[in-house]
């Protein structure tokens, strides 16, 4: 791997998002309008202070894996993942390529959707918006990691879609978003707590509210990070040059 080859793909893959306008649309400004619909929803009450952090874990999160996962798989369809690796680039360089493209849209799509939740949609943040950003960032970046974990396997984009009950339902299911995993069976309570989402709505909910100090979510960031970092890499080992 090498940092030119690095960003060369990083470069390549922003330069095609930013002539696919649907594409834009959906990575920055959907998931603010569905943390705007259920706002709008709650309007007469008080749950959207309480769910609304869990939001903004949850829409950027998914929205960040079916874009990665799409768009990485359909560089292996048209060939052109086959044709990149043939010269001298490896799996390496054109999985962080991705990884770091769909990272600096994650800051922007983060920086919207904040910026959309609080002074638009009036969440309160009573701790620190910065760490609150952070927060929002590596679970953006979450998102993307297994959307690239799960290309690396799926042969279509159809396949990409099933991915989802096993990837990401059971992340929502379990994140404490319905039910306080507390409240979960002892089975699911654990498996939740092994689940990065569920870190990811813990600490944007700690931030929120203001109820843990810097270093309990730091180390839910830690977590997610350590999440980050293992589905890239196996994304980048199991890599195929394109599907049969």
């Known amino acids: 791997m090498t940092p030119r080859r690095t960003l060369a793909t990083a470069g390549r893959v922003l330069l095609q998002i930013r002539n696919d306008p649907r594409t834009i649309v959906l990575l920055l400004v959907v998931p603010s309008l569905l943390i705007g619909l259920v706002a709008w929803i709650f309007d007469e009450t008080e749950v959207f202070a309480s769910i609304g952090p869990a939001m903004l874990a949850l829409f950027p999160f998914i929205v960040m894996f079916l874009v990665t996962s799409i768009s990485t798989l359909r560089e292996r369809r048209s060939g052109t993942l086959e044709r990149l690796l043939s010269m001298p680039m490896g799996r390496g360089d054109f999985i962080l390529g991705y990884t770091l493209a769909f990272g600096l849209l994650a800051v922007v799509q983060t920086s919207v959707a904040v910026a959309y939740a609080t002074l638009v949609c009036g969440l309160e943040i009573e701790g620190s918006v910065g760490l609150l950003f952070v927060v929002a960032v590596a679970d953006a970046l979450l998102g993307t990691s297994l959307g690239l974990l799960a290309s690396a396997f799926a042969r279509t984009e159809f396949q990409v879609v099933q991915f989802m009950p096993g990837l990401v339902f059971p992340q929502i299911l379990l994140g404490g978003i ?67």
Not at 208 to 222: I, S
Not at 223 to 234: D, K, L, Q, S
């Open 178 to 244: 319905f039910l306080p995993r507390g409240q979960l069976p002892g089975v699911l309570e654990v498996i939740g707590d092994w689940l990065p989402l569920s870190h990811a709505i813990d600490a944007l909910t700690a931030v929120a509210t203001g109820d843990e100090d810097a270093g309990y979510v730091w180390l839910r960031v830690f977590f997610i990070a350590c999440w980050v970092v293992g589905a890239v890499t196996v994304g980048s080992l199991t890599l195929r040059r394109r599907t049969s």
